[in-house]
């Protein structure tokens, strides 16, 4: 955002142009001080210097800024206008504005080079920071709620609160797991030849049946075990050992057992499993439970392994909602059980003409692969919606790509925004905090109207409610009345 020390230069700096009749690059000027300001500790405009230019033009401005190459004369025009106003206002002293001049004639030959660079690319970086999960370069992101209240019981109602799909482990690993369950080394099950079926049945009679305490040692944790395994699964994520702790002492008080005492015992009966300070259900447990559901008449689905799906299933999978663990997993044997040609060929096909979250998903998997992907990759520079994420792809990789337009790259950041829609409506805060930091420039959200993308006046209206800086949030609002507009003619 904006500061102080800018806001008065830039007004200064108005008013040396009018005065001298010179044409001033006003918003350019702001966005050099403001970068300046916020990477290379320059805290008021006598801290520019010769080398404040190389930093700001060769590196941050290509990282940051959406910018064409051929746009690099009126960012280095901008910052001349910078120099000679520093100069005539005897900011800096002459001998420093003619190096900083030196510098500029420099400079000016190369910046086009670091604006096309595709180690620079700016674009990628900047926006897909403000979305979090879903960059190019960070692991996949999973759509999920946040964590509900361990306190609050789900309604007792059957059906009244479906029940998430769960992922069930193969039998012969469910098998296995039982041989290693302390209590089932006390405690038999049954030799009927069905052992998961009586492994079921115990774990019914653990959770519906007065156990008096014998389970955890309090009758009132006892009493309650059902509706904390019952969130448990429905969470189907670990959650913080606190929470737990929490909701036993809304159950059973100062007075009841201790918080590890309880997970121990949870433990040794093979239901509960440890993982540094969080905890969740075992898929023994999960299994049971399931098996429990279905004996009290409920709807309780099971998740299909992602990894057998085509590329559409994978997807639509993902986006369901899948702990980040077996998102992970099942996107590795998903790929594994492809060539990266084919990968990308089925992903890419998956992903034209779908919505932008489907679509970054898909990208973010076909990040994952290799230069031998290539062909399948420019079978999609024709697709209008691929055609950028495709450039990207190519020049990210040192490949001969073609380069982006204004236009396209005015598109795709809108795309990438439309992306973290859903991340941002869930934390609009953490939005904010990441917009203000590494955000669109105001001269770029004003030019997003003309974008023939589907979710651009929904993209400008949450930059219009997130952005923390006044003038660009209004601009922003402004832009979106423009899309608006043009859509309803």
């Given at each position: 955002m904006s500061i102080e020390w800018v806001n008065q230069a830039i007004d200064d700096l108005r008013a040396w142009g009018r005065a001298r009749e010179v044409e001033v690059d006003a918003d350019e000027v702001r966005l050099l001080c403001d970068y300046a300001s916020d990477y290379l500790n320059v805290n008021e405009l006598g801290d520019f210097a010769p080398e404040t230019f190389d930093e700001l033009l060769l590196s941050i401005y290509p990282r940051k800024v959406i910018a064409p190459p051929e746009s690099a004369p009126e960012t280095i025009a901008a910052a001349r206008s910078l120099v000679d106003y520093l100069s005539e206002a005897g900011v800096v002293p002459e001998e420093r504005a003619a190096r900083m001049r030196e510098r500029l004639n420099d400079i000016e030959p190369r910046m086009p080079e670091a604006l096309a660079d595709p180690a620079n690319f700016g674009m990628a970086k900047s926006l897909f920071s403000s979305i979090g999960p879903e960059s190019l370069e960070q692991s996949i992101a999973i759509p999920s709620g946040e964590l509900p209240d361990l306190g609050e019981a789900p309604c007792d109602c059957p059906g009244c609160a479906p029940l998430p799909a769960a992922r069930l482990a193969p039998p012969e690993e469910l098998l296995a797991a039982l041989r290693t369950?302390?209590?089932?080394?006390?405690?038999?099950?049954?030799?009927?030849?069905?052992?998961?079926?009586?492994?079921?049945?115990?774990?019914?009679r653990i959770l519906d049946r007065d156990t008096r305490g014998a389970i955890t040692g309090s009758t009132e944790v006892d009493e309650g075990l059902y509706d904390l395994f019952d969130m448990l699964y429905r969470l189907q994520v670990r959650v913080p050992v606190t929470v737990i702790g929490d909701y036993l002492d809304e159950i059973a008080g100062d007075g009841g057992p201790g918080l590890a005492a309880v997970l121990d015992r949870l433990a040794w009966c093979g239901l509960v499993t440890m993982d540094g300070d969080d905890a969740e259900l075992t898929p023994l447990a999960v299994w049971a439970l399931r098996e429990h559901y279905l004996s009290l008449g409920l709807d309780a689905p099971q998740a299909p392994d992602l990894a057998e799906a085509d590329a559409r299933g994978l997807i639509e999978g993902l986006l369901e909602g899948v702990p980040a663990e077996l998102a992970e997993d099942d996107i590795s044997r998903w790929l594994t059980g492809r060539t990266a040609g084919e990968a990308a060929g089925e992903l890419l096909a998956a992903a034209s003409g779908a919505p932008a979250v489907a679509r970054g998903i898909a990208i973010t998997i076909v990040d994952r692969l290799g230069a031998e992907?290539?062909?399948?990759v420019r079978d999609y520079l024709d697709d209008q919606e691929l055609r950028p994420h495709a450039i990207h792809w190519l020049a990210a990789r040192g490949l001969p790509a073609p380069q982006l337009t204004q236009e396209e790259l005015l598109w795709v950041s809108v795309d990438m925004l439309a992306l973290a829609m859903?991340?941002?409506?869930e934390a609009p805060e953490i939005f904010a905090e990441n917009m203000a930091a590494?955000?669109?420039?105001a001269h770029l959200i004003e030019e997003m109207w003309r974008v023939d993308h589907p979710d651009v006046v929904e993209v400008l209206e949450l930059l219009g409610r997130s952005i923390p800086d006044t003038t660009v949030a209004k601009a922003a609002r402004k832009a979106a009345f423009k899309a608006r507009s043009r859509a309803i003619r």
């Open positions: 369950v302390p209590m089932l080394k006390e405690r038999p099950l049954p030799s009927t030849g069905e052992p998961l079926r009586e492994w079921a049945e115990t774990v019914g992907a290539a062909p399948q859903p991340a941002a409506e590494s955000g669109p420039p």
